[in-house]
């Protein structure tokens, strides 16, 4: 979709719908009280009948109003005008695509004018609304034969902000939340394939892509043989149970000054994950193509900042591999050595990310980062500890934390700190090894961060767990492209260049 900001009167512009928010109670905001005065009253004449309190989710269309150019004004509700907030402003927008969309809109004009929820700036509410609206219109329906496309999509969205002065932060706005909503619909859009289609090799090659198109991104990609050399024995061990080969997917984008130490992104590439020799039960399993939404993510977002062109280093490393059961594959209670020379005793073959991500991070060393995050579906505990609102996070790091944990709250895709104390460590005790794959029932989102700090003690790292967040189950199933946005904001604030 085609996004532009404007300031000036958009009474005047002719449009065939132009949106102003309204508040519960009938409370107009800037932007409505000043179509109601070009129009002479109309809007509060309608308001004064009835037909639309204002509360959330309400939309009401006005046709042919005296003083207004554009065909149709929608009046969007928004709720209690105390409780507005950026949550709530995405949701009016997506309810405003919606209706758009099936009306067969081709475009639209959004009037802003003095609607500021209490959370909120003009940059977050216009990147929102880019956002939001590129969230309502996503579908995933290229593998259907005949898919259902809306005869005419929305095309052009106009939106116009208060004043003159505000157009330059719109415009950095629009940019920002367009590249935002590009990465995120990568992530969904690779992670919504099936694992069939999706293959270690394929995820290699989407990179490959996106390294040329880009023109600043360059990718290597290494295969088994030279994994071998490196000593990846954990990750190794995984792909031995699958006729796919894995591959090592290293992606650099070196938008900052030449020695500046990098921010490097790590992302579980698990592209189907059946639980290995320890075989998941059958329900919902098609949900497993999901297992490589963490590399998706790192995808997403070197493509977003790589677009914005942002002032920084970033390097994207994603382990791919499937988790199969196979004569060769891993068996319960098999030892393998890791990369870093730690040992690991395999005690559940499922419990895979761990074993292809410790020596993706040891190998992350070899950039010498200023940060390390890595990004997996790794633990159905953890969803079972936060639900699917929030991914979990677990650091070593108390600023970088900080950091995390604030840009998930102001890009509406957040996070939660759990502990990495000490205590949990000794769950992981293995009688034969360096340590267990697995750390037994209690807190196991935490024993599997456990985990992974034992490769990451040279670096400042964190762990996001996004099991519960990357993809929604039941009738909307589909990849959320979470936590792009997360990321993304985190870097945009690392160069100073987001609220
Ligand atoms: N990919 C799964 C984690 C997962 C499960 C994500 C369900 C989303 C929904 C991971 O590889 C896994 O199987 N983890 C095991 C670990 C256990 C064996 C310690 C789990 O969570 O059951
Ligand atoms: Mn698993
Ligand atoms: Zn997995």
Known sequence: MQFSAKSGEPQKKKTSCLVVPIFSKRKLSAAAANLDESSGGQISH??????????????????????????????????????????????????????????????AVFSLAGIAPKDSSTYRLVRDLVTAAEEAVYRFDELKSDPKKPRRPLKRITLYVASRDDLPIAERALTHGSAIASGTGLAKDLSNLPGNLCTPTYLAKRAQTLGKDSGNIQVKVLDEKEMKKLGMGALLSVSRGSRQPAKLIVMEYRGGKKNEQPVVLVGKGLTFDAGGISIKPAAAMDEMKYDMCGGASVLGTLSACARLGLPLNLIGVVPASENLPDGDANKPGDIVTSMSGQTIEILNTDAEGRLILCDALTYSERFKPAVVIDIATLTGACVIALGRHASGLISNDDELSEKLLEAGTSSGDRTWRLPLWEDYQTQLDSNFADMANIGGREAGAITAGCFLSRFTKKMKWAHLDIAGIAWLAGENKGATGRPVPMLTQYLLQRCKLAD
């Open 46 to 107: 309608v308001l004064g009948r009835g037909d639309i309190e204002g509360d959330e989710g309400q939309l009401l269309l006005l046709y042919a109003l005296p003083g207004i150019a554009a065909d149709r004004v929608m009046l969007l509700g928004c709720g209690e005008i105390d409780e507005f907030c950026a949550e709530k402003w995405r949701k009016a927008v997506a309810a405003a695509i919606a209706y758009l969309q099936q009306s067969h809109s081709t475009e």
